[in-house]
């Protein structure tokens, strides 16, 4: 187990990569946008649709590093109630394992969405990139949220110990 969870911090890095460069590919098109607005009266046309995209890639790719070292909105109104009775470790693992199952409804809905988009040849407007791409990287990273955030719950019930850095 221990050879999985050390490949799988290995390669964690690597959807934050991505998140990175789109973020500053996003960037510096905003920036000559905004330049070449305002200097010379010339907007670049596809700025929106790379934004939307750009904006994707940025969103989705570390969703699943996100749902793995619980980064997400917590709200904690109940954690003495828990840590009191030393059940927070139950807590945590099954609410990863509840909220990994529940992704599969999302990105199965993302996925059928994907699937239509390609049958109708749905493209942008400006560059004609199909959207169906887009879809399919956000049903993948929806999913693959829900399967690492399942295993990072039966981890946590299981063997807590393996989670903890060395």
């Known amino acids: 187990m221990k050879p999985v969870i050390s490949a799988i911090r290995w390669l964690s ?19 000559f946008d ?18 939307r995209i750009l904006m994707a890639i940025v969103v989705f790719s570390v969703l699943p590093q996100v749902s793995a070292q619980a980064g997400h909105i917590a709200v904690d ?15 945590d693992g099954l609410g990863y394992v509840l909220c990994g199952a529940l992704m599969y409804w999302p990105a199965q809905r ?23 791409y887009i879809g399919w990287f956000i049903a993948l990273s929806v999913a693959l949220s829900g399967i690492v955030m399942v295993g990072t719950g039966l981890l946590t019930l299981f063997a807590p110990r393996l989670l903890e850095r060395a």
């Open 34 to 51: 905004v330049v070449l607005r305002s200097v010379f009266n010339s907007p670049i046309e596809a700025a929106t649709e790379l934004t």
């Open 77 to 91: 109104l109940m954690d003495s109630l828990f840590f009191r009775w030393r059940l927070h470790n139950i807590r």
């Open 110 to 132: 993302i996925w059928i969405l994907a699937e239509r988009w390609r049958d109708y040849g749905d493209v942008t407007e400006y560059l004609a990139i199909p959207q169906f």
């Open 13 to 31: 890095p690597f959807p934050v990569v991505l998140a990175c460069l789109a973020l500053f590919a996003l960037m510096t098109m905003t920036f």
